[in-house]
Protein backbone atom coordinates (compact mmCIF):
# COMPACT_ATOMS: atom_id res chain seq x y z
CA UNK A 1 0.00 0.00 0.00
CA UNK A 2 1.29 2.96 -0.81
CA UNK A 3 1.29 6.63 1.35
CA UNK A 4 -1.77 7.82 -0.35
CA UNK A 5 -3.74 4.95 -0.01
CA UNK A 6 -2.45 5.01 3.74
CA UNK A 7 -3.63 8.25 4.01
CA UNK A 8 -6.87 7.59 2.60
CA UNK A 9 -7.81 4.79 4.69
CA UNK A 10 -6.80 6.58 7.61
CA UNK A 11 -9.67 9.55 6.68
CA UNK A 12 -12.21 6.81 5.97
CA UNK A 13 -11.35 5.85 9.78
CA UNK A 14 -11.60 8.96 11.03
CA UNK A 15 -14.66 9.77 9.47
CA UNK A 16 -16.41 6.71 10.69
CA UNK A 17 -15.55 8.24 14.57
CA UNK A 18 -16.61 11.56 13.91
CA UNK A 19 -20.05 9.71 13.28
CA UNK A 20 -19.69 8.86 16.68
CA UNK A 21 -18.67 12.10 17.85
CA UNK A 22 -21.34 14.14 15.82
CA UNK A 23 -23.91 11.77 17.82
CA UNK A 24 -22.04 12.78 21.15
CA UNK A 25 -22.16 16.16 20.41
CA UNK A 26 -25.60 16.50 19.72
CA UNK A 27 -27.10 14.41 22.47
CA UNK A 28 -24.94 16.69 24.66
CA UNK A 29 -25.95 20.18 22.54
CA UNK A 30 -29.87 19.33 22.81
CA UNK A 31 -29.44 18.24 26.61
CA UNK A 32 -31.61 20.64 28.62
CA UNK A 33 -28.42 20.35 30.95
CA UNK A 34 -26.21 22.27 28.62
CA UNK A 35 -28.21 25.39 28.94
CA UNK A 36 -27.07 25.68 32.75
CA UNK A 37 -23.61 24.66 32.43
CA UNK A 38 -21.23 26.95 30.55
CA UNK A 39 -18.04 24.16 30.79
CA UNK A 40 -20.65 21.55 28.98
CA UNK A 41 -21.48 24.12 26.44
CA UNK A 42 -17.40 24.40 26.06
CA UNK A 43 -17.18 20.63 25.34
CA UNK A 44 -19.94 21.13 22.35
CA UNK A 45 -18.57 23.84 20.78
CA UNK A 46 -14.51 21.94 20.88
CA UNK A 47 -16.45 18.98 19.27
CA UNK A 48 -18.53 20.48 16.75
CA UNK A 49 -14.73 22.62 16.14
CA UNK A 50 -12.95 19.09 15.29
CA UNK A 51 -15.68 18.08 12.96
CA UNK A 52 -15.53 21.43 11.35
CA UNK A 53 -12.06 21.52 11.11
CA UNK A 54 -11.57 18.50 9.42
CA UNK A 55 -14.49 18.88 7.14
CA UNK A 56 -16.54 16.22 5.28
CA UNK A 57 -14.55 13.57 3.55
CA UNK A 58 -16.50 13.92 0.49
CA UNK A 59 -14.78 17.68 0.22
CA UNK A 60 -11.34 16.22 0.90
CA UNK A 61 -8.99 17.39 -1.76
CA UNK A 62 -6.03 16.77 -0.41
CA UNK A 63 -5.31 14.01 2.58
CA UNK A 64 -2.22 15.33 4.11
CA UNK A 65 -3.83 18.39 4.68
CA UNK A 66 -6.95 16.98 6.45
CA UNK A 67 -4.14 14.31 8.46
CA UNK A 68 -2.43 17.69 9.59
CA UNK A 69 -5.30 19.42 10.51
CA UNK A 70 -6.73 16.54 12.23
CA UNK A 71 -3.58 15.91 14.17
CA UNK A 72 -3.40 20.22 15.04
CA UNK A 73 -6.99 19.80 16.26
CA UNK A 74 -6.80 16.64 18.81
CA UNK A 75 -4.94 18.05 21.78
CA UNK A 76 -8.14 20.76 21.94
CA UNK A 77 -10.31 17.61 21.14
CA UNK A 78 -8.59 15.48 23.94
CA UNK A 79 -9.33 18.51 26.56
CA UNK A 80 -13.16 18.34 25.77
CA UNK A 81 -12.91 15.23 26.24
CA UNK A 82 -11.23 14.87 29.52
CA UNK A 83 -13.48 18.09 30.64
CA UNK A 84 -16.63 16.32 29.58
CA UNK A 85 -15.12 13.40 31.65
CA UNK A 86 -14.56 15.16 34.63
CA UNK A 87 -17.87 17.17 35.14
CA UNK A 88 -20.16 14.30 33.59
CA UNK A 89 -20.90 13.27 37.01
CA UNK A 90 -22.15 16.65 38.23
CA UNK A 91 -24.16 17.54 35.33
CA UNK A 92 -26.26 13.85 35.14
CA UNK A 93 -25.80 10.24 36.18
CA UNK A 94 -28.26 9.39 34.12
CA UNK A 95 -27.38 6.18 31.79
CA UNK A 96 -27.31 8.85 28.81
CA UNK A 97 -24.99 10.61 30.18
CA UNK A 98 -22.63 8.17 31.17
CA UNK A 99 -22.73 6.46 27.93
CA UNK A 100 -22.38 9.44 26.01
CA UNK A 101 -19.17 9.87 27.88
CA UNK A 102 -17.97 6.39 27.25
CA UNK A 103 -18.81 6.89 23.65
CA UNK A 104 -16.85 9.94 23.31
CA UNK A 105 -13.74 8.36 25.18
CA UNK A 106 -13.90 5.88 22.82
CA UNK A 107 -13.86 7.46 19.52
CA UNK A 108 -11.71 9.92 20.33
CA UNK A 109 -9.20 7.19 21.55
CA UNK A 110 -9.48 6.01 18.13
CA UNK A 111 -9.11 9.13 16.24
CA UNK A 112 -5.96 10.00 18.44
CA UNK A 113 -4.70 6.30 17.13
CA UNK A 114 -5.14 6.83 13.74
CA UNK A 115 -3.84 10.62 13.52
CA UNK A 116 -0.72 9.11 15.65
CA UNK A 117 0.17 5.67 14.03
CA UNK A 118 2.70 5.79 11.60
Not at 62 to 86: F, N
Request: glycine share 2%; net charge negative; hydrophobic share 40%.
Amino acid sequence: MDDDERRWQKIRGIDCEITHLWMVRTFLKHADEAEDDEDLRDVVRDLYDFILAVGPVDEVDDPAVYLKMAKKKLSKLRKATELYEEIQPEISGHTNFVMASRSLRLCVDRIAAIVTSP
